[in-house]
């Protein structure tokens, strides 16, 4: 097996463990994966390290015993690790370099690259990527390949996304406990959107919303690069627990009504019955109605807030206007009815779930759009890291 | 002339903009008016503000009932609106669904309003029964988007409006003079002054989320006039069209110096005991205006049901989002902070709300479950 490697998401409401391995025409194919209901994170952040590690335990004894039935008896030792939460941050930052030979030559692309990796960072936090986005030469921007143009000054712009270190590494610790070695870690959004975007919906200029249990990711792209980034404490959980306020239910009758009975849009679906049956939560209670009307009213504000404060970070960096290519649905919450005609209308753009296209193996998947950022995170290790076996011994799972 | 009136009554389309007239008559000066229209020919009046839409592209010739050609009129040129929209702070919109104009374009405008911060209250009647199903379909499907869009909506059947009328011209004009005396009582309630004061930023406020609501105005004299007028609302065919209970009411009166408290008193507890069983809140003005009033007793009502303005539109932070937190009137109220599961997680701030709190307790959405 060739250019393998292993992520773990460790979500506010599942833990998700991928192997895959890089084909020869540069795509993915995921071989095995897992997930089990997490326990001890809220908000896409652990709350407790002992709940996490076992559910890190458990998903890496069922990607075992999935191996285990296909004939492979590989034990799991290290994965990158996806990360989410609002503590994710990016900051633009320029590497500028005096070009020498009034030519840009590599000696200036060199210097300017290493002068844009010199940001610093308060302790607390950590870089999750650098992402470069375009050159200027003096007051020319917008350009993707410096060399041989004249100029005095070149600069490099990039996008620096960071993280808070003691979060990531409470993700380490569980992991570890778990007797999986932990990599490096991924910014869910920007690999979601290495699933799930073409290079031309890049160019054009393109929004992709990572709706996680407890967090929701956007990456904009515009003119090919990564424009901007970051995470909104607002996710599918949020919905669940509004609707568990709003008529009294358990978390798990809410998670119900909403994947089952909710709907984005209210009124979408006339036809439907005007009154939800929500099951009594114990065999001595008995089964009560609710309005549908009253159930996506909640759903529907709780979304429209969310989409609302997306517009607002986007125009707030002038970007609403230059996503021409619409928006991109991907992770669990993607998979709310009708999301994509609400958030087609909150951003007045088009919209679309997705799906992630790079990646072989999903296909018998209900909803692949919530494995987006698992898979855009293997496509990203196996486009840009050395393989390193993820095999371990048995000896080193148990000592 | 109170040129700093921060309300701003629009008419839109042939209906409302008749409407709008009436209620302009009926107050007389002071009240800022702008009709809007598909139709040139509402610009034949050289006294009053008008704004044509659509005259590119449908020539000042209307939209023809198309609803279609009218929303796209509007959005060519709405923006025409905003020279009259400084200071503004409510825009009351009149129109009559149906046909075109009145419902593509008040649409629009009310997006456009929208997007000015500045909050729109629309009083819109709704077609004849005799005017067909493709007319009340039309009306429809306006409605519910008017809903979405507008922070407070009146939709008045014009089968409720005409009474008795014989013709089909008295039955339209009577129409018009009901819904404009009931606008004009609104606009009186707001912009002259009264013991019981509410004021065009009150109003806002309570209008901002009130959703589908009915109205009444009823006018009496007599020694048992408070009484009488109760009487009258509660047997109001207007205030009979709603679908759910009554989850807030404004209630105005009107009359001259010799308003007494005793019938402010009759007039509070008779709304309340005819209506006002579930209401979560129940606003009183009054307005003391002898030379308009003196002898007689008028009393506005406005009602709003809990599945009214249910799929609020409320930007977060915007500039009609309150900022309070409060328990929903609904029967299955919750807990009065609702972090619920995220009690122990890092808040989610934005705009200086807490994110983490259901939406629809921050926005004061009714449910009714």
New interface residues.
Partial sequence: MTDFHAAIEIGTTRTVLAIGEKTADDRLRVTCHAEIPSTGVRKSQILDITQATTSIRSVLHEIERKQTEAGSSIMLGNAFLVVSGQHIKADPFQGMVAIEGAKVGSDEIDTVYRSSRTMQLPKDREFLDVVDQDYEVDALGGISSPNGMSGRILKLNTLQIHADRNRINDARTAAESAKLEIRDPLFAATCAAEAVLESHEKRNGVLVLDIGGGSTGYAAYSDGHLAATGVIGVGGDHVTNDIAHAFQTTNSQAEQLKINEASALIGASPSAPQRVKVPGSSPLIETRTISRRALETVVNARLRELFTVIRETLEDQDLLNRLHSGVVLTGGGAAMRDIDALVSRELAMGARIGRPIHVDGLDGEDFPAAYAAISGALLFASRNYEEKSVIQSILDRFF | MSDTSSMLLIGIGGGGSAIARGVRRAFGEGLRYLAVDTDASGSDRADEPFVLIGGDRLSGRGSGGDVVAARLAAEDSISAMDQYLEGVRLAVITTSLGGGTGGGASLEAIKHLSEHGIPSVVFATTPFTFEGEDRQRTARGVM?MIE?AANATFFVPLDKLVGDAETMEDGMRRAVDTMASAVTLFWRLVEKPGYLRLDAERIRHLLAKAGRGRFAAVTMQGPSRAADAVDALTRAPLLATGSGPVRAILCGVLAGDDLRLKEIGEISDGIRAAFGSHAASFELATVNDEETFSGRISVVLLLFEA?GK????E??GGVMSPKRRKK?S?P?G??PQ?R???N?????I?NGED??I????R?N?N???
């Fill in positions: 519910t979405e599945n249910d799929g609020s539109e930007k977060p929903p609904g299955l919750v807990g609702g619920g599961r995220f122990n997680a890092e808040p989610t934005w994110l983490d259901p939406t629809f307790l926005r959405i449910l009714d479950v």
